[in-house]
């Protein structure tokens, strides 16, 4: 998000605050990101939806998050938060698939902005399931859910 790069650089931050203005995808790409037509909004998205702007738009690097882990020395995450307004869709299976061991998982699902995002959310649920994650929280909006990897659970 331009905004958060731009509140980010003029922060006074410690030393060892990493920051790196990419998104996360499914892979490594450069896409278009859709600015919010409403500028006092900060949530842009690199789908075309109804929230954004289809002619303001900016090029953003995205990475997988096995280029991300890769680059940092990483190979497990204890929290991942995702908020990426409606390409969490596409970007939970290669999560999985990555080989990164991910802890816990905050997710906002965007079903919202599709005619088809229940079925996506009720697909990526099963996909989080199968792989060994267990919901332990939900929002009131219902759009905000919280995953725990099974085997880092403490019984």
């Not at 939970?92 to 802890?103: A, T």
């Not at 929002?139 to 725990?148: A, K, N, R, V, W």
Request: hydrophobic share 40%.
């Amino acid at each position: 998000m331009p905004k958060s790069i731009e509140w980010v650089s003029q922060q006074t931050v410690p030393q060892n605050f990493y920051f790196e203005p990419i998104g996360i995808g499914n892979s490594d790409k450069e896409v278009h990101f859709y600015l919010p037509k409403n500028n006092a909004h900060v949530s842009g998205s690199a789908v075309v939806q109804k929230n954004v702007s289809h002619e303001n738009r900016v090029l953003v690097s995205l990475k997988c998050l096995s280029s991300i882990a890769e680059n940092l020395g990483h190979t497990e995450i204890d929290v991942l938060k995702m908020d990426i307004e409606g390409t969490e869709y596409e970007v939970i299976d290669s999560i999985l698939q990555s080989g990164i061991v991910v802890k816990q998982w905050l997710l906002e699902f965007h079903h919202r902005l599709f005619p088809d995002g229940v079925t996506r959310t009720q697909k990526a649920l099963q996909q989080l399931q199968k792989a060994d994650f267990r919901l332990f929280a939900v929002s009131d909006s219902f759009q905000e859910l919280s995953f725990i990897n099974k085997n880092y659970m403490i019984m």
